[in-house]
């Protein structure tokens, strides 16, 4: 999202370089999530280990 308000370079920046800081976290977050879903159709029975690498990856893209 761009600061529709803004007119100087310098209140773009910072909105922009959080926008994108947000979009790779989600792509982290989706990432770790698909390969989560592929192991667990393979192996149901490691879902608990798989649970706990998602958590580790949520807790790492989004530390808040």
């Known amino acids: 999202m761009i600061n529709a308000m803004a007119t100087r370079r310098r209140e773009i920046v910072?909105?922009?370089g959080a926008v994108l800081a947000a979009v790779a976290a989600s792509a982290d977050m989706a990432q770790?999530?698909?390969n989560g879903?592929?192991?667990?159709m393979a192996?149901?029975?490691?879902?608990e280990?798989?649970?706990?690498?998602l958590e580790a990856t949520?807790?790492?893209v989004c530390p808040s």
Not at 37 to 40: L, S, Y
Not at 43 to 47: F, L
Not at 49 to 53: A, C, W, Y
Request: glycine share 8%; net charge positive; proline share 9%.
């Open 49 to 53: 280990q798989i649970r706990q690498r």
């Open 37 to 40: 879903f592929q192991e667990f």
């Open 43 to 47: 192996a149901p029975e490691r879902r």
């Open 32 to 34: 770790a999530g698909l």
């Open 14 to 16: 910072p909105l922009g």
């Open 58 to 60: 949520r807790k790492r």
